[in-house]
């Protein structure tokens, strides 16, 4: 079963422009992390945010995280057409010792140049 | 440094039959996890090996089996394959020691069952 829910399902955005992805998930977390998808081949690992952290940032990408909420958001800045992807958010149990991942069922975003 | 390999990148089958999927680690990694992605859907979780073990389980049907070799090398196997088998099969592997449950994935190997 997913356990994220993320929204929009599909994002379509001029190049230059920001996108933002959330995600909502329905059970406790050890840490949240979002992956890349190219064409529909392997998961690419972008940044992770543990529960006790709020805010994270790698390059153009800033996430966050609000337990209260159950959610998360992805925020991309400054996009460019090489950003065209899915993008999932994926939970890890809070039990470490590589507890698989949990996916939603993705964001497809399309950045036209 | 070699990442994640899977083998075959597609795959063509027939209802009934059987199918088998290899996945080498990322070197330095010694837990392989495999995923089903259907089309449209998110990854979902097959099975975890650790030490030639299988660890954990996702919600999948004793159809669904695999191993795990001395090099940590891994295969997933599917008997009986049926129409909803079709799917991008992911492996992906991490190293149980180490901090952050981040997994290094594959490129997939596409399954079509006719």
């Known amino acids: 079963s997913q356990q994220g829910e993320e929204d929009p399902q599909a994002l379509s955005i001029q190049e230059g422009e920001n996108a933002t992805m959330n995600c909502s998930y329905k059970?406790?977390?050890?840490?949240l992390q979002w992956y890349r998808q190219n064409s529909g081949r392997g998961l690419v690992h972008l940044i992770l945010?543990?529960?006790?952290?709020r805010e994270k940032h790698s390059g153009r990408l800033r996430v966050t995280l609000d337990t209260s909420k159950k959610s998360s958001s992805l925020l991309i800045t400054a996009s460019r057409a090489a950003d065209t992807a899915s993008y999932f958010c994926a939970t890890v149990a809070p039990y470490s010792g590589n507890t698989p991942l949990v996916f939603g069922k993705g964001t497809r975003l399309s950045v036209i140049a | 440094d070699a990442g994640v390999t899977q083998s075959p990148t597609h795959l063509i089958k027939t209802r009934g039959q059987q199918v088998t999927l290899r996945c080498s680690p990322k070197s330095g990694h010694d837990t392989v996890s495999w995923y089903q992605q259907a089309l449209g859907q998110g990854p979902q979780f097959i099975f975890q090996?650790?030490?030639?073990?299988?660890?954990q389980r996702g919600n999948f049907p004793d159809r669904f089996s695999g191993h795990q070799f001395p090099n940590y090398s891994s295969e997933l196997n599917v008997n009986a394959l049926l129409l909803g088998d079709s799917a991008l099969y992911l492996c992906?592997?991490?190293?149980?020691?180490?901090?952050?449950?981040?997994?290094?994935f594959g490129a997939g190997t596409r399954l079509s069952v006719l």
């Open positions: 090996y650790y030490e030639e073990e299988e660890r």
């Open positions: 059970t406790s977390i050890n840490n």
């Open positions: 945010i543990r529960s006790n952290e």
């Open positions: 992906a592997s991490s190293f149980r020691g180490g901090a952050g449950d981040i997994q290094y």
